[in-house]
């Protein structure tokens, strides 16, 4: 009986590496079809106007959250680096007041690249104590074998945090969650609760499956945490930005649990 257990642990182990790495391969996560041809002279940022004073920017890479206001900028991710003066052209034309903080939501660099450029004009980056590590020496995506320099010390976030962290910014209390070994083990999920807006990084990516970094000591379990956290802090009417896709809503977010939850119990022996 001893022997049939072990074995029926390993091959649960095996189809739960199946899914995700099917995950990884249905998803682009890191990379998408602009970054992976250089081609970020045709890359355009768009603009969407959220409830209050949020925005959400979309180029190439992860979409970008900004808070504007009199106390200045905020902004959650950079994208990459070759278009950081098109975020700053984008940002500019919603407000005339300087970048103040940068918030990154984990570590890969279509969200992270262009931390430097954001920090030479001035912005404090803010992200989780492990996404700093893992920018501090050299990093491997092992779903495409993809080897990423340390990044410069200017790059770097100055402050970092391990559960959780609230910044008081423009008049809203924005809220820093961190979901605990999710798409990466350096993820956060911020919260603006006056504008009732919720950026979730790459922990959601609508219109396809996310990518779940296992070289990141990322999880099934530890996504399905952070959707049921997620879940928890907003309602009906807020407005949920993906790491990629479309703008989305609370329900997307409950769909998209329901599917977890069966994904792993089709995998796992309850």
Known sequence: MQSISRSRQACCRRALALTTTLF???GFGLID??????????VKITTTKLNGDLYMLQGAGGNIGVSVGDDGVLVVDTQHAPLSEKIFAAIKAISDQPIRYVINTHWHHDHTSGNQNFAARGATIVAHEN????LM???TLKAWSMEFPAMPAQALPTITYTDELTLHFNDNAVRIKH???AHTDGDSIVHFPKANVLHMGDTLATGRFPFIDRGAHGSLIGLIEAYEYAISITDDQTQVIPGHGALTDRQH?????????RSRAAVVPQ
């Open 24 to 26: 990884a391969l249905t």
């Open 33 to 42: 079809p602009t970054y992976a041809q250089s081609k970020y002279d045709n």
């Open 253 to 261: 977010l409950k769909d998209a649990l329901t599917m977890f939850k």
């Open 131 to 134: 996404l700093r590590t893992r």
């Open 137 to 139: 020496s050299k990093q």
């Open 179 to 181: 979901p605990p070994l």
